[in-house]
């Protein structure tokens, strides 16, 4: 049943016109990933319906080739634009196609950035307190578990404590954060490093946000003798 809805959202996004197909065709086949996406980078803020159109094109360049990675990227490209374009609830749907492409492809990096990037859209929709946001976040996590990538758990950690921050939760912030910070002192490898700093992931604010939850606990504390 979800494979089927996996398809039927693709009908609905990816319409493809017969006359356009046939003259364009040519052009397509010679148009590279880059080209593609410049062309999207060019319309992005002028013409969406062209940014659009080069997005949907790069998506079939990459079906024609059978190149799941790029494929997967297009659908990416066709999810800001629609965001970007106001159009959240086309976005949303592309998000559910990309997170299901992914899955069904083995794609795991692909799958983890799909979890975040949808994560996004619900906290757009109803806000970062809704529980689908942690759901989200937590399958995330999950999936980084299970392939051992450590720095994609650290990154939904924080996703998770941020949840729990802004849901005033501190006592499970500062059991994440904890976790977190002996998580980051276990990566050694100097790309992963990197690829932590990327996300504004290090000890300094690991530790100074652990303080802040801290703080906060004890303020939450000292209110009840005042109330």
């Not at 159009?87 to 559910?96: G, N, V």
């Not at 983890?112 to 757009?124: D, F, G, T, V």
């Not at 939760?169 to 910070?181: L, P, S």
Request: charged fraction near 25%; hydrophobic fraction near 35%; proline fraction near 0%.
């Amino acid at each position: 049943m979800q494979l089927q809805r996996f398809y039927l959202l693709l009908l609905i996004i990816l319409p493809l016109s017969n006359n356009s197909f046939s003259q364009k065709k040519k052009s397509l086949s010679n148009l590279s990933y880059k080209q593609a996406n410049d062309s999207i980078k060019k319309y992005f803020k002028t013409d969406s319906t062209k940014a659009i159109y080069y997005s949907k094109r790069y998506i079939y360049k990459s079906q024609q080739e059978k190149n799941k990675k790029e494929e997967f990227n297009g659908y990416h490209l066709l999810g800001i634009l629609y965001y970007k374009n106001n159009h959240l609830d086309k976005a949303i749907e592309t998000s559910e196609i990309y997170l299901e492409f992914a899955k069904k492809n083995n794609l795991i990096n692909e799958l983890l950035k799909a979890y975040i990037l949808r994560s996004n859209l619900i906290i757009e929709e109803k806000g970062l307190q809704d529980l689908s946001v942690l759901e989200s976040f937590q399958k995330g996590l999950n999936t980084a578990k299970t392939h051992n990538k450590k720095v994609w758990i650290c990154i939904f950690l924080n996703k998770i404590s941020e949840f729990h921050s802004f849901t005033e939760n501190y006592e499970e912030v500062i059991t994440i954060k904890k976790n977190i910070i002996s998580k980051i002192k276990s990566i050694k490898n100097a790309s992963e490093k990197k690829e932590l700093k990327i996300w504004g992931l290090n000890l300094s604010v690991s530790y100074n946000d652990l303080v802040d939850s801290y703080l906060k606990t004890k303020k939450i504390d000292s209110s009840k003798y005042y109330n």
